[in-house]
């Protein structure tokens, strides 16, 4: 599994709309569509102790992202449903396109780990990976994943998608927000607008960002300075750290996992392209909050 | 908040009050700046000591709570002395 990197994939993904997209998909539905993978089943995952009893699942691995299982909720079929779910309720075409492109990311960059992803579920239940590095969620929680993670490969993951954002730091500008976020989501940015000041709806937008950077350092922090175990280190090699087991759930060639994964890409812009139709010709103007 | 020309404009420099409506005329882009690294300091500082606090859920809340109540509270503190002040 991947961690900062998810939250920092949502500020690259919208600083690289294509232009007749911007100001149209809910950043927003972004982040949700981002969180709703693991949300769905990571509580279950790391499970929790009462009483001296864990409860969770007896291996974790196979239930976040196996079938039978949660494993579908990092998949094609997954995200079109819950679109096509909030496009029945809603009508809005930005936060539809909006989940689609948050889930697709979140599936996209979990065939990193050794355990990978159903990306193409209901067609087949076969999990995606690339291997990059070793899937270390275990019932002993959460510590030792971050631990494994912050070691390895995952902690360049996290970094190239925090250098990607970066390169485009107007993303988190406040005239960005006004111009290009409010506009794309203006019932619930108003909304908020009514309860809280500008400065704190700002802070909101900007939350996601600074919530990725600052688990990133303190995990890493935490594992390499405050708390060194000097037999789990770094390991950059390929599906490390090679200190704990990496779990798989496929054979399938790496090759096979990334032309999947860019067949699902295609298939996600494509209905995005669909769900959003041509541009409007007629600008009138982004909406305000004080609209 | 406005769109149009008023967009176009450049923001405030660092010391400039933001010029936000709802902010104090105290406030600059640069005491804002320093709530965004205290934010960040205090959530790392507390967060590896008390793991639980770094999730998704308190993450956010952390920052949005500094930067929404930290200006309330030093309005507050401010105002009784500018307030006795000729």
Known sequence: ?????????????????????????????????????????????????????????????????????????????FALLLAGLVWWFTRSRGWTAGLLLGMAAHSITDINDSVGTMLAFPFSTENFSVGTWAYAATPGGKYLDARAYYSSFGFVMDAIWLVILLMTPKVLSERYWRDVIVPADAKVWTWLGRRFP??????????????????????????????????????????????????????????VALAVALAFAAAIVVSVGRILGPAPEDDVGPATLAD | MTSGAEDTAPLPG???????????????????????????ATYIGFGVFHKWLLNWVVGPIWLVTWIWAVPIVVDRLRRPSTGASP
């Open chain 1, 1 to 77: 599994m991947s961690w900062a990197a998810h939250q920092f994939e949502t500020y690259a993904i919208q600083a690289h709309l294509p232009k007749r997209w911007a100001g149209r998909i809910s950043y927003l539905a972004i982040v949700v569509g981002d969180q709703i993978p693991d949300f769905v089943a990571k509580f279950w995952v790391y499970g929790f102790n009462i009483g001296g009893r864990h409860y969770g699942a007896a291996e974790p691995f196979k239930f976040h992202r196996g079938w039978p299982g949660a494993g579908f909720t990092h998949s094609l079929g």
């Open chain 1, 198 to 255: 500008e400065r704190a709806l700002l802070a909101v937008y900007r939350a996601t960002f600074f919530y990725g950077l600052t688990r990133m350092i303190a995990w890493t922090g935490w594992a390499h300075l405050l708390d060194p175990d000097p037999l789990r280190g770094w390991d950059l090699t390929w599906t490390g750290p090679d200190w704990i087991p990496a779990f798989t759930l496929s054979d399938l060639s790496p090759w």
């Open chain 2, 14 to 40: 660092l010391g400039e009050p933001t010029g936000r409506p709802g902010d104090p005329a105290w406030y600059t882009r640069r005491f804002e700046l320093v709530l965004y690294v205290l934010a960040g």
